[in-house]
């Protein structure tokens, strides 16, 4: 016996019992996905998935900017603090030449300088032997002025600890030029 112009009644049946399953699979799922918002806050989410907004981990880069001046020898502090240096941390990109600059900072009145540097960096193995600190400008005011600017000073681990590692440039000195 037929159903419909020669079709079978079970492969009716069939297909559509299928149909219905795929179209109460769609609408489930739909109600699902809207349904997460409502019960997980974007914290939540960003908690559960492992990244977002909250800075996990703090890598810093400090140091000193010194001018030494030889105004006279009897003088008790030849060096005095460089104040407005502009300064950068530099790395080497796995397998390149190139540097590429990836943090910047000024000192501040006592020549120091703090540089956080991005997140992408934190993972990173060997920051001390990749990365380096460089004085790229002197402001005009500052007593020493030498022609080549751009010197260079590795990094090194000083500290670690609730989530922060600080990596010290030490000093870097310019020689006042008289």
Request: aromatic share 6%.
């Amino acid at each position: 016996m037929s159903c419909f112009c020669g079709c079978n009644c079970n492969t009716l049946v069939m297909r559509l019992v299928l149909l219905v399953f795929f179209l109460g699979t769609a609408s489930v799922a739909a109600g699902r996905e809207a349904l997460l918002p409502e019960l997980w806050s974007r914290e939540d989410m960003v908690q559960v998935a492992g990244y977002g907004e909250e800075k996990l981990s703090t890598v810093l880069v400090t140091g000193t900017v010194l001018c030494h001046t030889c105004l006279d020898k009897k003088s008790q502090n030849p060096s005095s603090p460089i104040s407005g240096a502009s300064v950068a941390v530099t790395c080497h990109a796995s397998g390149k030449k190139r540097r590429s600059i990836l943090a910047e900072g000024v000192t501040d009145e006592n020549g120091d300088f703090i540089i956080d540097l991005p997140s992408e960096l934190h993972a990173a193995p060997n920051l001390e032997k990749t990365c380096s600190v460089e004085v790229h400008r002197l402001p005009r005011s500052s007593l020493c002025q030498p022609g080549f600017v751009r010197k260079h000073r590795g990094i090194r681990l000083s500290s670690v600890g609730n989530g922060i590692r600080t990596y010290t440039a030490r000093t870097i000195s310019f020689m006042d030029p008289k």
